[in-house]
């Protein structure tokens, strides 16, 4: 069996005295796409965070291909190939399309595999090259959605945490962004946190459901999908 390129063993996350993340475990595997499920306020995003250190873990340890990575600055863990897209999006909205992606690019020069320059984005994103010269604060929600996922493939990162890419978005940008993922699926290894269960398991490998800061259901997104009990119960769908 191969190695997992990310794994969270045991973690304990806090905030002040909050005990938020309550013993989650989780691995996600090259080339997978898994989702993490569960309601508003289960502890999705926190576990996003913990995991590029915005939100250090007190209790256990996080692996990201093979070496321990907790503990370490936020800096750190994204110069070792983790991108996150979190669900403000974070944009330079002064700065055009074009300088957003080229300002990320500058970043990535030195990395002996850059599969994902600014001229391939434009390729894999044609709304983004229509839109080029455009501010980021000029975009639409979808837009800089998009915007911000294509930004953070430009660092060619090993593993991409979206943080609910779907919030806020009219359908046809949903779509849009659900045949977008397809089509990096098996290239970009992807973690996904999101409350849109339709959307999660249209579009990964496997998905954990999480409730109150703890793992609550893992398995195959078929056997999710086909389990209307543990949807009706975790997810209230």
Not at 33 to 45: E, F
Not at 51 to 60: F, H, S
Not at 166 to 190: D, F, S, W, Y
Not at 201 to 224: C, F, N, P, Q
């Amino acid at each position: 069996m191969k190695e997992a390129l990310l794994e969270l063993e045991e973690i304990h996350t806090y905030y002040g005295d909050s005990h938020v993340i309550q013993g989650i475990s989780l691995k996600v595997f090259p080339g997978e796409v898994v989702c993490l499920l569960g309601r508003n306020g289960a502890g999705k995003t926190t576990t996003l965070r913990t995991i590029v250190g915005l939100t250090p873990p007190r209790k256990g340890r996080i692996m990201f291909m093979g070496r321990v990575i907790s503990g370490l600055p936020t800096h750190e863990i994204v110069r070792w190939g983790i991108g996150f897209v979190p669900e403000d999006r974070r944009i330079f909205p002064k700065l055009t399309v074009k300088e957003n992606l080229e300002l990320a690019a500058l970043h990535s020069r030195k990395r002996a595999h850059r599969q994902w320059t600014v001229e391939r984005i434009m390729e894999e994103f044609p709304l983004l090259k229509g839109l080029s010269d455009r501010k980021g604060g000029k975009l639409s929600g979808g837009e800089q959605q998009l915007l911000a996922i294509a930004r953070s493939l430009v660092l060619n990162p090993k593993i991409l945490l979206l943080d609910e890419p779907c919030e806020g978005l009219a359908p046809i940008i949903v779509e849009q962004l659900r045949e977008l993922i397809l089509r990096l699926k098996g290239e970009v290894t992807m973690l996904i946190a999101e409350q849109n269960a339709r959307f999660a398991v249209m579009v990964s490998d496997r998905g954990y459901i999480i409730e109150k800061g703890r793992i609550a259901y893992e398995g195959t997104s078929a056997e999710l999908a086909a389990d209307e009990t543990v949807k009706e119960k975790y997810l209230a769908v």
